[in-house]
Structures are given as C-alpha cells and as structure tokens.
C-alpha cells in the first residue's frame, strides 16, 4: 500500500484547507485511515480516525469542532478539512493506514496498529 498525501501549502489564520491522501491497493474500503502531524521540535501527534465505511470517525481535542475527516472509497482516498486555522496547526500533516483494522481502537489514537504512512504535506498557518 503506497500513500500520497497533498493539498498543503500556506494558509491565513482562520483560512481553511483540504488534504487529500490517495492510496493505492484494492482493499483500501476495509481500511482504518488516520491522519497525524508533527509540528517542528514536537512529536508527532494525533488529529484524526475513520473507519472503513466512514460511518465512524474519531479527533483530538485540539481540532475538534474544526477538523473533519472523511474518505471516498470508490477514489481510493481519504480527506481532511481543516478550518478555522490557526497558528498551531502548522506542521507536517501525515497520512496513515491500518489494513488490519475495519475499525479503529483507542490504539489507533496513541498511532499505534498503522502500518502504512505517507510521506506527508506540511501546512503552514501565518498569524
């Protein structure tokens, strides 16, 4: 399974944008989708969870309310919209797939039971 992320780039506080991550392979609509980031000097960290159908998605207390993640499986492709935006959200956005799982667990919050990531798009969020 190959993942590719994209749809960063830079962004005004309060701006939106959507990632996008495609994937290859034909089960990816059995597949626990996730995305994380890694701002610089921090670890990486969890934003968001889908289950296979999209029926079922989990986020980090730090985007909820703003973030929303959602996934096309006839695309092969799983997104994340981001709005209001601020400062702190700029990091690397990371992609990443459980082809294990239909659905996600409170491992898959820690980053944990993924087994394939993408190479990530950074999002930078200018004050």
């Known amino acids: 399974v190959q993942l590719q992320a994209s749809g960063g780039g830079l962004v005004q506080a309060g701006g939106s944008v959507k990632l996008s991550c495609a994937a290859s392979g034909r089960a990816f609509s059995s597949y626990v989708m996730g995305w994380f980031r890694q701002a610089p000097g921090k670890e990486r960290e969890f934003v968001a969870t889908?289950?296979?159908?999209?029926?079922?998605?989990g986020y980090a207390d730090s985007v909820k309310g703003r973030f929303s993640i959602s996934r096309d499986n006839a695309k092969n492709t799983v997104y994340l919209q981001m709005n209001s935006l601020k400062p702190e959200d700029t990091a690397v956005y990371y992609c990443a797939a459980d082809s294990r799982q239909r659905y996600y667990t409170p491992s898959h919050y820690r980053g944990a039971g993924y087994n394939y990531w993408g190479q990530g798009t950074l999002v930078t969020v200018s004050s």
């Open positions: 889908i289950n296979w159908s999209g029926g079922s998605t």
